[in-house]
């Protein structure tokens, strides 16, 4: 319980600095009009939207493609169980 209070808190903490900072403004400004957070420097509005276009395929591949192709790459393992010794019952 001491653990979840602690977890918690700590989050909410971090929530409260991030809100305070106005980290949600800085991601939109970032992603939509490639300003770098805290600094006067801005990406060019083509390498913003091809950084973009390639995170969202890399992620939707991720979701989509790799469980199939997993099994391509990296064979399940086989293992192979080795068969119990009887022992002679003593009576």
């Avoid at 509005?45 to 391509?72: E, G, H, Q, S």
């Amino acid at each position: 319980m001491k653990k979840t209070i602690t977890i918690a808190s700590l989050i909410g903490s971090l929530l409260l600095i991030l809100d305070s900072v106005h980290a949600s403004h800085w991601l939109v400004l970032f992603f939509l009009a490639g300003v770098i957070p805290g600094t006067d420097i801005r990406i060019p509005a083509t390498d913003a939207l091809a950084a973009n276009a390639t995170v969202i395929t890399i992620i939707m591949l991720r979701l989509t493609v790799w469980p199939t192709a997993r099994t391509l790459f990296f064979p399940p393992h086989t293992t192979v169980n080795p068969t119990k010794k009887h022992t002679p019952h003593r009576i």
